[in-house]
């Protein structure tokens, strides 16, 4: 095992005690590709599952087993649906059995911090879905709170915006200012309410934004 490898597996141990004081389960694989196998043990065929916009969704290929799979998916993402079906099925994920969303960072003391815009995904994360699963790869992790909502609020909303935009962006304030008009809720997850509820699958590789 190489420094890194140790220093993420070491951290991650931290980071999952912590989950368990606060009601939330949570796991450790070194690469995305032990960490889809852990998703595909854990959710039942037939389940109705749903998601949250995510780029590590997408680089751990979990978007495409699950509508290549044995479950009921409401895709929320799907444009070809049009905006009023995509609205539907936005609040049909409510109801959904497994909900599954990345973190945009993540306290090494246990909290989760996300900001989104319309506010579905984070929304999702807090009530609704009977389970919620969380994949984020070891980058999210900060060394405390602070710091888990600065990456928050510059980083992970910064790339958003840029994934997003048409238009040539020609400073870094202008960037960090965009960001800020487009990441209108700012959630953290400090506890469960109900015990296990939410689980959090931690990859040893740098994932998503």
Same mark, same amino acid.
Do not use: C
């Given at each position: ?5 140790s220093y993420?597996?070491l951290?991650?141990q ?21 960490? /889809? *196998?852990?998703?595909?043990?854990? &959710?039942?065929?037939? =389940?109705?599952? %749903?998601? +949250? @916009? ?11 087993a /699950? *509508?290549?799979?044995?479950?009921? &998916?409401?895709?929320? =993402?799907?444009? %070809?649906? +049009? @905006? ?22 993540i =306290? ?41 909502i ?6 992970a ?26 990441g ?15 689980k ?5 590789e740098?994932?998503?934004?």
């Amino acid at each position: 095992m190489t420094p890194i490898q140790s220093y993420n597996a070491l951290l991650a141990q931290k980071v999952i005690k912590e989950f368990k004081s606060r009601n939330i389960e949570g796991f450790y694989f070194e690469t995305k590709e032990e960490a /889809l *196998k852990k998703v595909i043990e854990i &959710v039942p065929e037939n =389940s109705t599952v %749903s998601w +949250g @916009g995510s780029v590590t969704l997408h680089e751990i290929g979990l978007l495409d087993a /699950l *509508k290549n799979g044995r479950y009921n &998916v409401l895709d929320a =993402s799907d444009r %070809s649906k +049009g @905006g009023a079906e995509m609205d539907r099925i936005a609040h049909q994920a409510f109801s959904s059995d497994y909900y599954f969303l990345s973190s945009n960072a993540i =306290s090494a003391t246990g909290e989760l911090v996300n900001i989104d815009g319309i506010g579905n995904r984070v929304a999702a994360l807090i009530y609704g879905p009977k389970n919620v699963i969380v994949i984020a790869g070891i980058n999210k992790v900060e060394q405390n709170l602070e710091m888990a909502i600065n990456r928050a609020k510059t980083r992970a909303a910064s790339l958003g915006v840029l994934s997003y935009t048409k238009n040539e962006i020609s400073s870094f304030e202008e960037l960090l200012n965009k960001a800020q008009g487009t990441g209108s809720q700012l959630v953290i997850t400090m506890m469960s309410v109900f015990k296990e509820r939410i689980k959090v699958i931690l990859v040893g590789e740098s994932l998503g934004y």
